[in-house]
């Protein structure tokens, strides 16, 4: 069939459409969809452009072009934001709705292609040319047309969206183009994949664009139903899977069979046997497994209660490890481990000795109290391994929950035990070495006070009826050795001190480091920077001028800091030397010396105080405790024309300031006895003034150092600074005992002073302060300010009946 006959049969058929439709169309874009000839479709317009143009159609020849828009999203379209290709319609019947909006009935009738577009401001109007499909009826048509409509008929049956009235309405047309065009708009598909069918003048080329869309889209749509299909198997499983379980529980329960139902509960059922846990436990464990079983697998409450069964089963009841009570072995381990510490080694020996005759023994609680550095830590380490037990540490820092320490209760979501049956559980039996550190620096808040409930952990008399909330039973610790460590004494609570045995671990002396850096430090640096196979050695002088310049503490971690800090400049010269003149057969010696500590280490950060030796009016060198050590305390006094006021800085604390006054009242109420005019404080403004102002101080040790100042500056006689001092004073000027001797002295010693005046009632402690502390030493106990005064400012002269009234 040629176009001109194809042409006659449309207009007999349409009553001469052809002639009727007039060659200037105004034109309606349309978003979202394309109308295709022979389809009827009720078109929403709401543009102001988009109603002119149907109004105008409307009211004239009822013909329109209707073209799809390229982006629906955009609100104004231009020209070239529409497709030139598309359908002549007539408007079959309009509607003015009351928000605005009209509706247009229309009737596909012919494609059409815009040719021009003309100068119409008010709407899209433009010349259309009539666009008739040309084609030939032959097989490949006919085979084009049954192969299209099979196709077709498959996916109105695959697709939910299309009614199966849609293949019969199929089925009644007869010609191919109209068959073609009710495929194409029934297709779910993008615009621009549509529009192609419009673009193509060649019926054979649009059945070939519809097939191809149409196998496209049945692959497609296969492809979600096996999905579906698949899924809805996966939920009829589970649902098959639940009833059948459910269906033998009811089965089970009217047979009284108690044989569990699954291999995970068998599981669960054996190692609560075999964790030989105590009756009321085991009970406990099988309630809930019980429970389990009876709970379906979907439920949140089975994960709780499975996550319960397996903590009560993972932590220890029976499984022990056998101690090494061999006193010769563990003395051996522990001397290996530690230099010095011989209070500790001595408690851990007797210890063993206790436990070779009793074999059990509880009240095994000791705390470590000592600066950072001393080797607290460690010690609990090697205190395990010399007695072959497990070791677990927990650090106790800045915890604040209570429920850290004794677990979270059940019904809180991620709820677990808490830090002591998370350890034993680490542990794996029911005797390890548990090191608590840092028990000093614990807080408390609104959650609770951890602190308290430490009490029941370290109390022996409690522990073995330990009680965790989370597992809700009984928990025996009484055969856990627990090892505390602290760095202040008076910041433990004093009921948990009171559980604890107590021993203070002193700060090192210059000979003790230096032993530790040769037998510990040095070979551990040596082995971690490589240098095992070069000779290397570092003197002893080397050593000491690390100690006595670079590091300035009680304990020896700077000290390995500093050393780790020479053996890496060591390693890269060596590296440097051999990449240079290549690796050389002869083993060389590198000696570390003085100077290449110097060459290494640069500045010494650290110098001995020039002005020891120096006699100074008002100026005195008195002693402290802090929480690194002893340390020395500069005190210096003026005495200025003024108001008569009294000045203290150096961030002194409010105990130190009350001393300072204290000092004060007794030199003027005894300036006679002294030699000073009583009227000395009038018109005189006395500042004292304790070095190294940003450091807080307190505490009421500094009494007898702010006394000697004041009357070294008040007399105007020089006080002699090679003699250190420490003693809390009265208003009566006695000197009353202080704490942390050991230190102050370790301090004194450190720092070349020779001379130390201490409180008369602190030479009973000097009894237990190790004879290599005290050795170079001259001690003087002085119980007045008025017998200290001829060791300080042996210039100034005390009346003798001040020295008898005081004796007296």
């Not at 828009?69 to 709705?97: F, M, R």
């Not at 193509?200 to 496209?216: H, P, R």
């Not at 209760?409 to 709820?415: A, F, K, M, V």
């Not at 522990?463 to 050795?481: A, C, G, I, P, R």
Request: aromatic content about 6%; charged content about 30%.
């Amino acid at each position: 069939m040629t176009q001109i006959e194809r042409i006659d049969n449309i207009k007999s058929n349409h009553n001469n459409i052809l002639d009727s439709i007039p060659g200037v169309l105004p034109i309606l874009p349309l978003r979202d969809i394309v109308i295709f000839p022979y389809m009827i479709f009720p078109v929403l317009v709401g543009r102001e452009q988009s109603i002119r143009a149907a109004n105008y159609a409307s009211e004239t020849s009822k013909y329109i072009f209707l073209s799809a828009q390229k982006k629906s999203s955009v609100e104004d379209p231009k020209k070239e934001d529409i497709y030139l290709d598309g359908t002549i319609a007539k408007i079959v019947q309009i509607l003015k709705l009351p928000n605005g909006l009209i509706k247009i009935l229309v009737d596909g009738l012919l494609q059409g292609r815009i040719t021009e577009f003309t100068d119409e401001s008010q709407f899209f109007e433009g010349k259309i040319e009539i666009v008739v499909p040309t084609y030939e009826n032959d097989h490949e048509m006919n085979a084009l047309v049954r192969q299209m409509s099979q196709l077709f008929k498959d996916y109105v049956k695959i697709n939910r969206n299309i009614p199966n009235e849609a293949v019969n309405a199929f089925d009644n047309i007869e010609e191919p183009d109209r068959k073609l065009f009710y495929a194409a708009a029934n297709i779910t598909q993008q615009i621009d994949v549509k529009q192609t069918i419009l673009q193509k003048a060649n019926l054979k080329e649009q059945f070939y664009d519809v097939i191809k869309i149409l196998n496209s889209e049945i692959d497609i749509l296969r492809i979600e139903k096996e999905i579906d299909n698949k899924v809805q198997e996966n939920i009829a499983k589970t649902q098959r899977k639940f009833i059948i379980q459910e269906q033998i529980k009811i089965l089970q329960d009217e047979l009284g069979d108690e044989d569990d139902a699954s291999p995970e509960f068998t599981k669960l059922r054996d190692k609560i046997k075999k964790a030989k846990m105590p009756k009321e436990a085991e009970t406990k464990a099988l309630e809930e497994l019980n429970k389990l079983k009876k709970t379906p697998p979907m439920s949140p409450e089975s994960t709780v209660i499975r996550n319960y069964l397996e903590w009560l089963v993972d932590v220890p009841w029976a499984n022990k490890t056998k101690d090494n009570l061999n006193i010769t072995h563990v003395q051996k381990i522990l001397d290996e481990d530690h230099f010095g510490l011989e209070k500790p080694k001595e408690r851990i020996v007797e210890h063993i000795a206790v436990l070779n005759l009793v074999k059990n023994m509880r009240g095994q609680i000791l705390c470590f109290v000592g600066p950072p550095g001393v080797g607290k830590t460690s010690l609990g380490k090697s205190i395990a391994r010399a007695l072959g037990r497990k070791f677990v540490r927990i650090s106790l820092g800045g915890i604040r929950d209570e429920a850290e320490i004794r677990g979270h209760r059940r019904t809180y979501i991620g709820s677990m035990p808490g830090k002591i049956i998370q350890s034993m559980k680490k542990a794996g039996t029911i005797n390890p070495v548990m090191l608590l550190d840092e028990i000093d620096k614990m807080s408390m808040d609104f959650r609770g006070d951890p602190s308290s409930a430490m009490l029941e952990v370290l109390d022996p008399e409690q522990n073995h009826t330990f009680n965790d909330h989370y597992l809700e039973v009984d928990y025996d610790l009484s055969q856990v050795m627990f090892i505390t460590t602290a760095n202040v004494r008076y910041n433990i609570p004093l009921p948990l001190q009171d559980r604890m045995e107590i021993i203070e671990l002193p700060g090192y002396l210059e000979y003790d480091k230096i032993e530790i850096a040769k037998r510990h430090i040095i070979p551990k640096q040596i082995e971690a920077h490589g240098l095992a196979k070069k000779k290397v050695s570092v003197s002893d002088a080397a050593i000491k001028k690390i100690i006595s310049e670079y590091t300035r503490e009680a304990g020896v971690r700077n000290l390995e800091r500093e050393l780790a800090s020479v053996f890496r400049k060591l390693t890269r010269d060596i590296v440097v030397k051999e990449s240079l003149n290549g690796k050389s057969k002869q083993k060389h010696q590198y000696l570390v010396d003085e100077n290449k500590i110097e060459e290494y280490l640069k500045v010494a950060r650290f110098r001995h105080l020039r002005h020891i030796k120096e006699k100074k009016v008002g100026s005195v060198t008195g002693l402290a405790w802090t929480s690194v050590g002893g340390e020395l305390l500069a005190v210096d006094v003026t005495i200025m024309n003024g108001s008569e006021k009294l000045t203290l800085t150096g961030q002194l604390g409010n105990v130190m300031k009350e001393s300072a006054q204290a000092a004060l009242s007794y030199i003027r109420s005894e300036a006679r006895s002294f030699g000073l005019s009583p009227d000395f404080y009038k018109g005189k403004e006395v500042h004292i003034h304790l070095p190294e102002g940003a450091i807080p101080k307190d505490g009421p040790s500094a009494g007898i150092t702010m006394a000697m100042a004041l009357l070294s500056a008040v007399s105007g006689k020089p006080a002699l600074n090679d003699v250190a001092m420490t003693g809390e004073i009265t208003l009566r000027g006695n000197i009353l005992p202080i704490g942390g001797l050991n230190e102050k002295l370790l301090a004194a010693k450190r720092n070349d002073i020779k001379t130390v005046l201490i409180p008369k009632d602190n030479s009973v402690d000097l009894s237990e302060i190790p004879d290599k502390v005290k050795d170079g030493l001259k001690i003087i106990p002085v119980d007045t300010i008025a017998s200290a005064v001829k060791y300080v400012i042996p210039d100034l002269k005390v009346s003798p009946k001040l020295k008898t009234q005081k004796k007296k």
